[in-house]
């Protein structure tokens, strides 16, 4: 197994953008309109909730929305819920590409996979490394 190379996500993020991390973890850019956006990286429990939410009457729609709603925790001084919301909504096209180019550079995941040979019948698949306590511990 090789794990990939990571930079530092602040080498892609343009200066424009003027990131500034915060102690709790967020980030904070500044969009192509100069909106100071507050940004918090996503678990998995909120990741899933994206994607439950991108679900209408058993039909994918879109995950931007969803996915803004969730990661979007202020914009310039506004941290009301309702508020953003309505905003996140109103937002221009150039900002919603911005932040959800951006996004992955804050915040960046790698997968950890191998390639797995069957020995019965010379098979091969590229399997993903479950990377929990397990992974440590002799843990069944």
Do not use: H
Not at 98 to 123: G, Q, R
């Amino acid at each position: 197994m090789v794990l990939p190379d990571l930079q530092k996500p602040e080498e892609d993020i343009p200066e424009s953008a003027s990131l500034i991390r915060t102690s709790d973890g967020c980030a904070q850019i500044v969009t192509p309109s100069k909106l100071k956006v507050k940004l918090k990286p996503l678990g998995m429990t909120e990741e899933k909730e994206v994607m439950n939410r991108s679900i209408v009457d058993g039909k994918f729609t879109s995950m931007v929305i969803p996915f803004l709603e969730t990661t979007i925790v202020g914009i310039d001084e506004e941290q009301d819920t309702a508020e953003l919301k309505e905003i996140i909504e109103n937002l221009r096209s150039v900002d919603v590409r911005f932040v959800m180019d951006i996004y992955p550079k804050l915040f960046p995941t790698f997968k950890l996979s191998v390639t797995a040979e069957c020995t019965s019948c010379d098979m091969t698949e590229e399997v993903e490394v479950p990377l929990n306590a397990a992974f440590f511990w002799n843990i069944q």
